[in-house]
């Protein structure tokens, strides 16, 4: 079921279990600062709310109901080039129960009545990377590509992967913007697998992705990068533009082969991909996505 149509039939319950009580949602999935910000607003008069006395019963649908309400759009989120996490949960590798744990655990800021006395309002903000930790399976990370005969190598401070214009498909005749998702693979032009989230230390689950935009990377900083990122990958990362991008969903950069051996040619550029030292510039029109119910 499409997220659209999801929300419409969840606001008919809200309405079935309220009354005539209308509740909305309305926000946006911030893929740079891994975030779910969203609003959500109850009519005080559908409700047959009264105030000052009926504000506690207002808060209470407004925190019954968000998990709800964000469900479809939580489910819409990618977890890698093929699956979202609705397709997880179709085929039983996630539950309901855990999606509206992670979303009932959501940041709240205490709601505010309109200024006409008609509504009340309260924002929520739900980490992305709290959901990356439940999906995580590896205890220990796997082992990164390693060369026979490795070639001449600089060590790096991180990784930066540019690929924020509209790329070739692998194994297709047209182009897309690279997506986020949860989980990117990176891949070089041989179709080697260079970087997943099961290479990356599971104490580092908070770095095995991070998504940036292409005004972070040309600041008036020595390094030209954002002091937020210098923090991740340092102040001297390899800088690579991707070739082309794969997968169902378009979420994977490919990068050229000499890039990548430079990365798997020495043990210092492996361990930024152990560490999650990886960050991807993607075009700002994928990095956030506006939702709210009809």
Same mark, same amino acid.
């Given at each position: 079921m499409?997220p659209?149509?999801?929300?419409?039939l969840?606001l008919?319950?809200?309405?079935?279990?309220?009354?005539e009580?209308?509740?909305?949602?309305?926000?946006?999935?911030?893929?740079?600062?891994?975030?779910?910000?969203?609003t959500?607003t109850?009519?005080?008069?559908?409700?047959?709310?009264?105030?000052?006395?009926g504000?506690?019963q207002?808060?209470?649908?407004?925190?019954?109901?968000?998990?709800?309400?964000v469900?479809p759009?939580?489910?819409?989120?990618l977890?890698?080039?093929?699956?979202?996490?609705?397709?997880?949960?179709n085929?039983?590798?996630?539950?309901?129960?855990?999606?509206?744990?992670?979303?009932?655990a959501?940041?709240?800021?205490?709601?505010?009545?309109?200024?006409?006395?008609?509504?009340?309002?309260?924002?929520?903000?739900?980490?992305?990377?709290k @959901?990356?930790? $439940? *999906? #995580? /399976?590896?205890?220990?990370?796997?082992?990164?590509?390693?060369?026979?005969?490795? +070639?001449?190598? !600089?060590?790096?401070?991180?990784?930066?992967?540019?690929?924020?214009?509209?790329?070739?498909?692998?194994?297709?005749?047209?182009?897309?913007?690279?997506?986020?998702?949860?989980?990117?693979?990176?891949?070089?032009?041989?179709?080697?697998?260079?970087?997943?989230?099961?290479?990356?230390d599971?104490?580092?689950?908070?770095?095995?992705?991070?998504?940036?935009?292409?005004?972070?990377?040309?600041q008036?900083?020595?390094?030209? @990068?954002?002091? $937020? *990122? #210098? /923090?991740?990958?340092?102040s001297n990362?390899?800088?690579?533009?991707?070739?082309? +991008?794969?997968? !169902?969903?378009?979420?994977?950069?490919?990068?050229?082969?000499?890039?990548?051996?430079?990365?798997?040619?020495?043990?210092d550029?492996?361990?930024?991909?152990?560490?999650?030292?990886?960050?991807?510039?993607?075009?700002?029109?994928?990095?956030?996505?506006?939702?709210?119910?009809?």
């Amino acid at each position: 079921m499409k997220p659209r149509m999801f929300s419409c039939l969840l606001l008919v319950l809200v309405g079935s279990v309220f009354g005539e009580t209308e509740v909305a949602i309305r926000g946006a999935i911030e893929w740079k600062r891994m975030e779910i910000n969203a609003t959500v607003t109850v009519d005080l008069a559908s409700a047959g709310i009264r105030l000052p006395t009926g504000r506690i019963q207002a808060e209470e649908i407004l925190q019954g109901e968000y998990p709800y309400l964000v469900r479809p759009y939580l489910l819409s989120i990618l977890v890698d080039s093929v699956d979202t996490l609705g397709d997880l949960l179709n085929r039983g590798e996630f539950s309901i129960r855990r999606t509206d744990s992670i979303s009932s655990a959501a940041q709240k800021i205490p709601a505010v009545i309109t200024f006409d006395l008609a509504a009340m309002s309260a924002q929520y903000t739900l980490n992305l990377n709290k @959901l990356s930790g $439940e *999906l #995580i /399976r590896h205890s220990q990370p796997r082992d990164s590509m390693r060369l026979l005969i490795p +070639v001449p190598a !600089i060590p790096y401070t991180g990784i930066l992967i540019i690929a924020d214009e509209a790329l070739p498909i692998h194994g297709k005749h047209n182009t897309a913007l690279t997506r986020p998702c949860l989980f990117p693979k990176v891949w070089d032009t041989d179709m080697n697998l260079i970087y997943e989230q099961g290479m990356v230390d599971p104490q580092q689950v908070e770095s095995i992705v991070r998504y940036v935009s292409r005004n972070q990377i040309f600041q008036s900083t020595p390094s030209g @990068l954002e002091d $937020e *990122l #210098i /923090r991740l990958v340092g102040s001297n990362p390899l800088r690579i533009i991707a070739q082309g +991008v794969f997968g !169902i969903h378009p979420t994977d950069p490919i990068i050229d082969r000499q890039d990548a051996l430079q990365i798997v040619s020495l043990e210092d550029n492996r361990r930024l991909l152990r560490e999650g030292r990886v960050a991807f510039v993607l075009n700002q029109e994928v990095l956030s996505t506006s939702f709210s119910t009809p």
